[in-house]
């Protein structure tokens, strides 16, 4: 799949350079078409995750989020939650390709850790994660529910990194 993606990139700038223009509209061209839907495959996933992404508290305080995208979108959306804790140093792990990007309130750095990242939560984290989940289950109301709205806006492949919907223990 990420060799196909590669694949299809290729071809498309390939097809760029032989054309010696701007192609990225002529949709007759087969390889634009293929190029601009994984854009746009792309594009939505990075755009859903900068909405999805939990962060929790680790000992040290230092943000933590994981989470497993279809696409590597690490580097896409790094950017929104630096301008978003631009004063709190976090760490964004995909664990699907064992890339992590930190920020440290000053850099970012992108790399594939050696070793597995040993993450603790504080104190108060699991605190918190409780609360979360009671004021979720509070406002919910039972009579009312429409499982197949919810599905449509907050599809279930994004629901297991989600604190609100963690089993209770």
């Known amino acids: 799949s990420e060799r196909l993606k590669a694949t299809i990139c290729f071809k498309y700038l390939v097809k760029a350079i032989e054309e010696n223009r701007d192609i990225s509209f002529d949709y007759a061209l087969g390889i634009v078409m293929d190029f601009s839907d994984l854009k746009n495959r792309v594009g939505l996933e990075a755009h859903r995750f900068k909405g999805f992404l939990r962060f929790i508290e680790t000992d040290s305080g230092v943000l933590y989020a994981h989470y497993s995208p279809d696409h590597d ?4 959306i790094v950017y929104h939650f630096k301008k978003r804790f631009k004063y709190h140093p976090f760490i964004i792990h995909d664990v699907k390709r064992n890339i ?42 039972k009579e009312r529910k429409n499982k197949r709205q919810q599905d449509g806006y907050l599809p279930n492949r994004y629901r297991k990194n989600m604190i609100e919907f963690f089993k209770k223990k």
């Open 73 to 76: 979108i690490t580097g896409l």
């Open 100 to 141: 992590v990007a930190t920020f440290d309130t000053k850099a970012i750095n992108i790399f594939t850790p050696e070793k597995p990242l040993n993450i603790y939560l504080s104190e108060t984290e699991e605190e918190y994660q409780k609360l979360w989940q009671n004021y979720f289950n509070a406002v919910a109301i």
